[in-house]
């Protein structure tokens, strides 16, 4: 902005400064607090629409294996129904699915439960080898079916399994086990994972493709990004039933056209 | 090659709490300041505004304000015969980045350490006898009364909202009756308390307790603060920790020192500059520069006539130990002192859950709760219980962020229809006591440099070699089961009490309070620095923040961490300037 | 600050230099000079972004076109070094460069006209003693036929009153005083006067809000609700001084003109221009319909969701802070371009060494759509007892386009 971003806006008695060097990278601060009118670090939200990640029939595990970890049921919609795999499917897609912000040097080796994650493989590497083992373990004990195509029952047995570490996933390579267990590849460390990604999808923001029409925080009655609980500080023990609004809103804001 | 840079008189590695309040107390008395970032420019309006920053899974799960392990990390193992593993995504403790530091994503629970903490070792053996062999606990070289002017200070840059147990010795009723004493009552009177640690209140009073509201640097008011920075009043937005305040209501050093630092013509800031090391005269008793390096991977040479470093407390020991400053500790020997005296915290909880209280635990802000001070420090008798220090119990109703916060009860399947029915049922209606617990030091609990693994600069990570020691497990079970007394007294349907059971884990979010590593004492063989933070070794250089705890307190380190560096920046000033050598003769 | 110079005269007086008069640089007229350069806010204007103080250059936008202030350093290539002291005056009273070419009254010499010619030479005293700075600003670019100076003249003629100020009888010494630096050099019509189709001043109606680069200048007459009617003259001080009090904060452009020229003046002054101010009546806002329901029932719902946090529910902000909407002048304007300007793009109330904290509202354009900010506004303006005109999802709309072509322009 050339006439709003105003030379006071970094320059103040003719002593402050910003100066760059290469990349819009290393900078130099000095005279005042900048500030620039109109800059956000604004959330990238994601569209709907065709799957980034997921091929078609992982993104059917991943349907199946979410709507029996948060399902659908008398008190409202499961992580299914609240978008969970979209969320998924962009997160894999992204900065999260790659490990970017992670620790992935070698060498690699197993550890004690307290050391964490010791796995090669980035969580969208995990996902794959794992719904591909999972998959090609169902096919054998039920006759050709895969994770999706089971009974619920079926399901919640299977993922039982996964989640006691009793079934078998080739190519996770190192990660963590109990300090007494046996050593070698389990399933519970992609368990945790799976389970943790779902409730993360089904809490989070809209914006980010899970938590449709904020189904997640209707269950609970979390009003989600509100910014001021001053009136309700005093109100001890009301159940409040304030609307929940997301990053991007409520329906209640677009009700202005008459 | 690196390029060799003019000098300045003060240089600081990383800016946040501490950087800033170094800057600003030299600046004003007219020396050249310059401070290195590693990370990038951050401020309320664009980084983390009131449009966007309740966001959990943006800054609690994909940890967009902390420091990236890619950059870097450190490997850990809980005992000397295991391989240290790399620390591949962050967990236990959140290390910051960018400019504000740990201080832009704090909670704001901000305490003092009791008298007795600061003589820990002289003060328990005088009352308890010995202590374990296995124990390298020491007095601090420098006394709460001595300190309390500076905690003052940093309690009124911050505008802590609080009230006052003891002002000069006299006990006020609603505060906490076991603080040493204070000059004056907090700046601004407590937040407006919510249900939860009300109740909690109630039954810690009618178990015999003193509970009071608990010191928060979230403000209860409109406050201006003596540099003439202005706080907004806290909206109870339940977005603290992890997250930025977007309404300038947290102290930070965004919101009560930089707008006065930045407009003085002697201060300058370099962001995205990563100190690689320090570097000394061939005598090794002067530091004369330090060598950073920029995103573009240039390498610059900066002379500076003081040195402070600044960083998270493992990053201050690791930069010390990379540019062979002081004695690396030997846990075999005994022997060296960068690196020992590693502690952390111990933390557990009381979940309480009611059927006919709603609490709203989304109200919610960093330092809003109720604590009870009984069982903290020595202001207990410890005879017979087997283990030194303790913790202080809180109802903190800190946030409702679901992903973070769904609480069930004991036995609730982890997954399916059960366990959702068990959160919806459950989220409004309950409340938690947690305990907040004291780390002694070991001899066996330590940091070095990592055989193995690298940086990302091709340096060794930092090794952390840490474990609770029985001590705080029976000192924590201690306050659990005191905790889940008051927890019944609240007369809920049913508690759980989750204990702190087995060895230390990276894994899950415990704590960012990491102290240790460059101690502070009175003999240059157990301490690498001195009463005033300043290196025995090396006169010049400064080490700043809970690097320099001889071991950890009951309490969350920040107020400490203020205070120290008010005193040291004090004696710098009254002392060091005048006649610059070591402020006190080994 | 808006209005600048444009005194881009080719100094082509190849060796016919006129002797510039032997300035007279006591200390007390430098000085003087200085804190009449500070009442005219000089540096604002003759700074380019990243420039060397009063070295010009700094582009201006006009509705006719940009043009860039003049080098009022003592350069005698580039500066005014070579003016003569009469010439400098005469380009203040009368709007004509030494050369004979007439000046865009960007440069708002028909407010400068007021300064007496003692206070005109110690402005150019003061600016004698500053380093000369070679640098000539670029051309004006202006539509067709303004790029002629010659039409200046004609303009003169319609809507310039020369003419050094005269008190007003029968007013006290304090009220002329703040008249002479409001209507002279503090020159506060060049914004918040509203302007003809061909950017005279509309004087009857002086000071009652103007339009001036993408903002709205409020009205500063003694209005109720449009203007400073709820302000104390001690309320306006303050915020002068320090740039803020409990009724608002300056922000956009009069965070520049507070920080670059009112905290530098004397309490004396400020209270002076502050009794003018207060005594100049304005006129009353029209009575407005109450918008519609539903529009107010969607602004309250993004108003108690995405402002309350600062603003507060009941609309009364943080003094010093966050300002207050209810009863706030700004809020109620009659042109809501600032407003929509402030919710795309966030303001910061200009941080002074009084009042040093940034407070900045953050940038809504990302978030909210051009109906959503049209309601959000009309609800401000027509709750805790305000009333204004809505707000339609049209004037976010164009309001927004200007950003972004002016954004594109940016340097």
């Known amino acids: 902005m050339s006439g709003s971003l105003s030379r006071r806006d970094l320059v103040l008695a003719g002593a402050a400064f910003i100066s760059i060097s290469g990349r819009s990278q290393a900078r130099t601060y000095g005279g005042a607090v900048p500030w620039t009118p109109g800059i956000a670090d604004a959330p990238r939200g994601v569209a709907e629409g065709e799957l980034k990640f997921f091929t078609a029939a992982e993104a059917a595990f991943v349907d199946a294996a979410v709507a029996r970890l948060i399902p659908a049921d008398h008190l409202g919609p499961g992580a299914k129904e609240a978008g969970v795999t979209t969320f998924l499917d962009r997160q894999l897609a ?68 996964i989640e006691k570490g ?81 990053i991007r809103g409520r329906p209640a804001w677009n009700d202005q056209q008459s | 090659m690196a390029k060799k840079l003019p000098a300045v008189d003060v240089a600081l590695v990383g800016f946040g709490w501490t950087a800033a309040i170094v800057a600003e107390e030299l600046t004003a008395a007219g020396l050249d300041v310059l401070a290195l970032e590693r990370g990038a420019w951050r401020d309320t309006p664009t980084d983390f505004a009131v449009t966007f920053a309740q966001d959990e899974l943006r800054y609690m799960w994909r940890r967009s304000l902390f420091q990236e392990p890619a950059r870097q990390t450190l490997t850990f193992r809980n005992s000397m015969d295991q391989t240290a593993l790399p620390m591949r995504h962050l967990g236990s403790f959140l290390p910051a980045t960018g400019v504000g530091g740990a201080g832009i994503h704090w909670n704001g629970q901000n ?74 009552d907090y700046p601004n009177p407590p937040l407006d308390m919510v249900y939860g640690p009300t109740l909690f209140a109630a039954a810690a009073r009618e178990t015999g307790h003193k509970p009071f509201p608990c010191p928060a640097a979230n403000m209860s008011r409109a406050y ?43 201060f300058e800031l370099r962001t995205q500059c990563e100190v690689l090391r320090v570097n000394c005269d061939s005598s090794g008793k002067r530091a004369t520069s330090v060598t950073y390096i920029d995103t573009e991977g240039r390498e610059f040479e900066q002379p500076a006539e003081m040195i402070f470093l600044c960083a998270f407390a493992q990053h201050n020991v690791h930069l010390l130990l990379l540019s062979g400053i002081g004695k690396p500790y030997d846990p075999k020997s005994g022997e060296g002192v960068v690196g020992r005296n590693y502690a952390y915290q111990i933390v557990s909880s009381v979940d309480v859950f009611f059927d006919d209280k709603i609490i709203n635990p989304f109200v919610g802000a960093g330092g809003l709760g109720v604590g009870i001070d009984e069982y903290n420090g020595d202001n207990f008798d410890h005879g017979g219980l087997g283990f030194i220090g303790g913790g202080y119990l809180a109802c903190w109703n800190t946030h409702g962020r679901p992903i973070e916060l769904h609480p069930t009860p004991k036995g609730t399947p982890k997954w399916g229809s059960k366990w959702k029915e068990a959160v919806a049922r459950n989220y409004l209606t309950t409340a938690t006591i947690s305990t907040h617990g004291a780390v002694m030091s070991y001899r066996t609990n330590y940091l070095d440099l990592d055989p193995t693994y690298r940086d990302a600069h091709g340096r060794p990570l930092l090794r952390l070699t840490f474990d609770f020691g029985d001590n705080e497990h029976r000192m924590s079970d201690y306050l659990t089961d005191r905790a889940a007394e008051i927890a019944k007294a609240m007369k809920p ?94 | 600050m808006n209005i600048a110079a444009a005194c881009l005269f080719l100094a082509c007086i190849l060796g016919l230099a006129a002797e510039a008069a032997a300035a007279d640089t006591s200390f007390a007229r430098v000085e003087r000079g200085r804190y009449l350069v500070t009442a005219g806010d000089c540096v604002a204007c003759h700074t380019a972004s990243g420039g060397k103080p009063f070295a010009g250059g700094r582009p201006i936008q006009t509705p006719f076109g940009t043009i860039f202030s ?113 209507q002279g050099l503090g020159h506060c019509g060049a914004c918040h006067t509203p302007k003809n189709f061909a950017g005279g001043d509309e004087t009857d109606q002086a000071l009652q809000g103007g339009l001036v680069q993408g903002w709205f200048a409020p009205d500063i007459t003694n209005a109720q609700r449009t203007g400073i009617g709820s302000w104390s003259a001690d309320d306006l001080v303050e915020y002068l001084e320090t740039g803020r009090n409990k009724h608002s904060g300056a922000t956009g452009l009069m965070a520049e003109v507070v920080a670059d020229s009112t905290s530098g003046l004397s309490k004396q002054d400020l209270h002076a221009i502050a009794v003018y101010l207060k005594g100049q009546e304005g006129r009353q806002a029209e009575n407005t319909d109450p918008p519609p329901q539903k529009v107010m029932a969607a602004g309250k719902a993004i108003y108690s969701d995405s402002c309350s946090g600062c603003h507060q529910m009941n609309g009364k902000g943080v003094p010093g802070m966050f300002s207050p909407l209810a009863g706030s002048a700004s809020a109620q304007s009659n042109d809501p ?61 164009s309001v927004r386009r200007a950003l972004r072509s002016s954004s594109r322009t940016a340097k």
Request: glycine share 10%; aromatic share 12%.
């Open chain 1, 94 to 161: 992204g900065p999260y699915g790659r490990a970017e912000r992670w620790y992935m040097q070698g060498p690699w080796q197993d550890g004690t439960k307290s050391q964490g994650y010791q796995s090669r493989l980035s969580p969208a590497e995990l996902y794959r080898v794992a719904i591909k083992s999972i998959d090609q373990h169902c096919r054998q004990r039920f006759s050709g079916k895969t994770f999706a195509q089971l009974s619920a029952d079926q399901q919640d047995r299977i993922l039982t399994e």
């Open chain 1, 166 to 246: 009793k079934l078998k996933i080739e190519d996770i390579g190192p990660h963590a086990v109990a300090i007494e267990g046996a050593k070698g590849p389990h399933s519970d460390t992609f368990f945790a994972v799976l389970m943790q990604n779902t409730i993360e999808g089904f809490f989070s923001d809209p914006i980010y493709g899970g938590n449709r029409d904020m189904v997640g925080w209707k269950l609970i009655g979390f009003p989600g990004a509100r910014y001021d609980y001053r009136p309700y500080v005093g109100r001890h023990g009301e159940k409040l039933d304030l609307a929940p609004v997301g």
């Open chain 2, 111 to 184: 305490w003092r350490f009791l008298p007795t903490d600061f003589v820990a070792r002289s003060h328990n053996e005088a009352r308890y006898g010995t202590l374990p062999e296995s124990m390298t606990v020491q007095d601090w070289g420098v006394t709460y009364d001595e300190l309390e002017p500076y905690y003052d200070k940093f309690e009124y840059l911050c505008g802590i909202s609080g009230k006052a147990g003891n002002i000069k010795g006299r006990i006020q009723d609603g505060g906490n009756p076991f603080e040493g004493p204070r000059a004056r």
């Open chain 2, 224 to 266: 201006t603060n003596p540099l003439g920075v202005t706080l907004a009043p806290c909206s109870y937005c339940g977005f603290c920790e992890k997250f930025g305040c977007g309404n300038y209501s947290k102290s930070s050093p965004q919101t009560t020192i930089l707008p006065v630092l930045m407009r003085r013509n002697n």
């Open chain 2, 493 to 586: 349907r049913e508690i759980h009490a989750k204990k702190r059971n087995g060895h230390y884990s990276v894994v899950p979010y415990q704590t960012t309070h990491n102290t240790g590593g460059a101690a502070m004492g009175t003999d240059p063989r157990t301490s690498f620095v001195n009463r005033y933070l300043q290196s025995w070794d090396v006169p010049n250089l400064f080490v700043m923040g809970s690097s320099v705890f001889p071991q950890n307190a009951g309490y969350n380190p920040t107020g400490t961490i203020g205070a120290l560096t008010y005193a040291a920046v004090d004696a710098v000033k009254n002392i060091y300037l005048k006649n610059p050598g070591p402020m006190v003769q080994a």
């Open chain 3, 70 to 182: 003049a080098n009022i350093t003592p350069d005698r290539e580039t500066g005014i070094g070579a003016w003569t002291d009469e010439e400098f005056y005469n380009a203040l009273h009368s709007g004509v460069a030494p050369s004979g070419a007439h000046l865009y009254p960007a440069f708002p010499y028909p407010y400068f006209a007021k300064v007496t010619r003692e206070d005109v030479q110690a402005i150019r005293a003061y600016l004698g003693t500053l380093d000369p700075v070679k640098s000539t600003p670029p051309p004006p670019d202006l539509a067709w036929p303004l790029g002629h100076r010659f039409l200046m003249s004609g303009w003169n003629g319609l809507f310039f009153d020369q003419g050094t100020f005269q008190p007003t009888a029968g007013k006290s010494d304090e009220w002329n005083r703040g008249a002479y630096l409001v």
């Open chain 3, 337 to 397: 371009t600032t407003l929509v300007r402030i919710v795309l793009q966030g303001t910061r109330t200009v941080p002074t060494d009084t009042r040093p904290t940034p407070a900045t509202m953050p940038a809504y354009g990302w978030k909210l759509t051009d109906g959503q900010i049209a309601a959000v506004l009309t609800f401000v303006r027509n709750e805790w007892g305000n009333a204004a005109e809505p707000v339609e999802a049209g004037d976010v709309e």
